[in-house]
């Protein structure tokens, strides 16, 4: 079975832009969380769908967005990027018979100048 | 590829008791290994670390161990409490490049 995948690994915009990364779980995999790494800190939840709908959501300003397809892959928005949006931003799957067990993605590394 | 494994999704003990939570990973570059701690709804915070230069790294109840050459680490947890029921994430990344990698994680369970 194909894992998690991410598109694109790395990407680097400026201050103001906007970008758009993918997720594509695991098959079979309805449920997508973002989260992002940034340097000297852990993990932030950023959010996670299931099913289409945005589930649960972390504490991010407006600007950061997602949604979900049909066919469970997932998209996450930024908009007017800021410096400080530079990260790691992974996604993981889980699936709908164990959703602690979360897989992770190699994660899209955004640099934002 | 699952370059960090977590081969047990799940572990229960009993409260005083130790957790032991096990991790393996393929890619002998890494250097730097993390355990997070995650609840329901919530992203994993930060538990403990502890770099390729060390064997051990202790922090109150939590004592990360690392074998490299067994290529394998271990999260011990002394005494248990019913607060720590979580799931456990290990991560391993390589050098100054946060391309981290990550294990399914494991879920404990700390019966009172």
């Known amino acids: 079975k194909a894992g998690v995948t991410q598109t694109p690994r790395y990407l680097i915009k400026t201050r103001g832009q906007q970008v758009t990364l993918s997720c594509s779980p695991i098959s079979g995999h309805r449920s997508v969380s973002w989260y992002q790494q940034t340097p000297g800190q852990g993990l932030q939840f950023l959010f996670e769908y299931f099913s289409e709908t945005q589930r649960n959501k972390g504490n991010f300003p407006g600007r950061f967005s997602g949604r979900q397809f049909s066919n469970s892959r997932s998209e996450m928005n930024v908009s007017t990027l800021e410096l400080g949006d530079s990260a790691l931003y992974l996604c993981?799957?889980?699936?709908?018979?164990?959703?602690?067990?979360?897989?992770f993605g190699p994660g899209t590394r955004l640099t934002v100048l | 590829d699952q370059q960090v494994k977590q081969n047990s999704p799940s572990l229960s003990v009993q409260e005083g008791r130790i957790s032991i939570l096990n991790c393996d990973y393929t890619?002998?570059?890494?250097?730097?290994f993390l355990w997070y701690k995650k609840y329901p709804a919530e992203g994993p915070t930060f538990l403990i670390s502890?770099?390729?230069?060390?064997d051990k790294n202790e922090d109150g109840r939590f004592t990360v161990f690392l074998n490299k050459s067994a290529k394998h680490l271990s999260l011990h947890i002394v005494p248990s409490q019913p607060g720590d029921s979580a799931v456990y994430f290990c991560a391993a990344y390589k050098g100054n490049n946060n391309d981290m990698r990550f294990g399914a994680g494991t879920r404990l369970t700390v019966k009172p």
């Open positions: 502890i770099s390729s230069i060390k």
């Open positions: 890619n002998s570059m890494f250097d730097y």
């Open positions: 993981a799957s889980s699936s709908p018979d164990s959703t602690d067990t979360q897989y």
